[in-house]
């Protein structure tokens, strides 16, 4: 099992840039979910999905959007790139609920928006 | 508000030598709590989980305890290598929908472990 991938491993948007960080797993995990990670910061929570067409908000979602169309896919929009939201995003995975469930973290999109 | 406090934010140690990292935590109700390591440019991954009747649980070289009346967890990690080399994150569960994140969790903002040959 390849885990949770994510792809680009680096990026450089300029403000304004629209992308798309992609996240994909082969758990067939139904739980997925995606953070950002900022200096001096604790994770922090993005967006995440409880199962194929379902998606809701975490803690810092404006300027993202997401989408669930399979399970194994969960990518995260940068509508509008801006400065701020130059960070390290984690997507993750688990097999039930993450609160009694150990989250499956890919290996992180270094983003910088200039 | 659910907050999660880790203590020191970094530490150097000689390879060989033990070490203890802190975690303190104001989340409640209390679920879980669980021990990430992250590598440099690494994600995440789950060392140890313990929960509310657990006060120690070994995993290899690593030991972690939890004091839920006081609401303190520590990591021992035990004849350090260079590998140990690391973030270590802790991270407290809510029961969902009572504080935390929306997704239960609250993380801590880490301890940053360098082991020196």
């Known amino acids: 099992n390849a885990g949770v991938t994510q792809t680009p491993k680096f990026q450089v948007l300029k403000t304004g840039q629209s992308m798309t960080l992609q996240c994909a797993q082969d758990?067939?995990?139904?739980?997925m979910s995606w953070y950002r990670q900022d200096p001096g910061m604790g994770l922090r929570l993005i967006h995440y999905?409880?199962?194929?067409?379902?998606?809701d908000q975490g803690e810092v979602p404006n300027g993202y959007n997401v989408s669930r169309s399979t399970t194994e896919d969960f990518p995260l929009r940068l509508l509008s790139a801006a400065p701020s939201q130059t960070s390290v995003y984690f997507c993750?995975?688990?097999?039930?609920?993450?609160?009694?469930?150990?989250?499956?973290f890919g290996n992180g999109t270094r983003l910088t928006v200039t | 508000k659910n907050q999660v406090e880790q203590s020191p934010q970094s530490l150097i140690i000689l390879e060989g030598k033990n070490c203890t990292l802190q975690?303190?935590?104001?989340?409640?109700?209390?679920?879980?709590l669980r021990w990430y390591k992250q590598d440099t440019g690494r994600g995440p991954v789950s060392l140890t989980i313990?929960?509310?009747?657990?006060n120690t649980k070994s995993n290899g070289r690593y030991t972690a305890t939890l004091d839920a009346d006081t609401k303190q967890s520590s990591l021992h990690i035990t004849a350090s290598q260079l590998s140990d080399s690391a973030s270590y994150i802790c991270?407290?569960?809510?029961?969902?929908?009572?504080?935390?994140?929306?997704?239960?969790?609250?993380f801590g903002k880490g301890t940053h472990l360098i082991i020196q040959p």
């Open positions: 975690c303190n935590y104001t989340v409640s109700p209390f679920s879980n």
């Open positions: 991270v407290v569960s809510a029961v969902v929908g009572s504080g935390g994140g929306a997704d239960g969790l609250t």
């Open positions: 313990m929960t509310f009747s657990e």
């Open positions: 993750a995975s688990s097999q039930g609920q993450p609160y009694n469930s150990p989250l499956h």
């Open positions: 999905s409880v199962g194929a067409g379902i998606t």
């Open positions: 758990m067939n995990h139904e739980y």
